[in-house]
Nanobody, 121 residues
Framework: EVQLVESGGGLVQPGGSLRLSCVASGFTFSVYAMQWVRQAPGKGLECVSGISSSGSSTDYTDSVKGRFTVSRDNAKNTLYLHLNSLKTEDTAMYYC??????????????RGQGTQVTVSS
């Protein structure tokens, strides 16, 4: 059974930073691309970032380029998302997802339960 467990969310002021983590189990993490997707209140799901199985290729949606960094540790079956220079519009539930590819245009297979990020002063 695929399990994806996110953590690291919270309340942060505009301009602040967070690091999200996702621990994966139930599949061979090192051979799959992974993605981070988010859902803001009242809006649909949006891919934020993707990373290839080796970590050598990444993709970001335009609104987070230069502010968010995706990485992974295949030895620990863990995916990360570093969020810097946070804006109120980054407020959303963030999910990690097992991807069919690393690009945000690639569909994903499953996603976790999510971790809430709230950016507010």
């Amino acid at each position: 059974e695929v399990q994806l467990v996110e953590s690291g969310g919270g309340l942060v002021q505009p301009g602040g930073s967070l690091r999200l983590s996702c621990v994966a189990s139930g599949f061979t993490f090192s051979v799959y691309a992974m993605q981070w997707v988010r859902q803001a209140p009242g809006k649909g799901l949006e891919c934020v970032s993707g990373i290839s199985s080796s970590g050598s290729s990444t993709d970001y949606t335009d609104s987070v380029k230069g502010r968010f960094t995706v990485s992974r540790d295949n030895a620990k079956n863990t995916l990360y998302l570093h969020l810097n220079s946070l804006k109120t519009e980054d407020t959303a539930m963030y999910y990690c997802a097992k991807g069919s590819g690393f690009r945000c245009t690639d569909p994903y297979f499953e996603r976790g339960q999510g971790t809430q990020v709230t950016v507010s002063s």
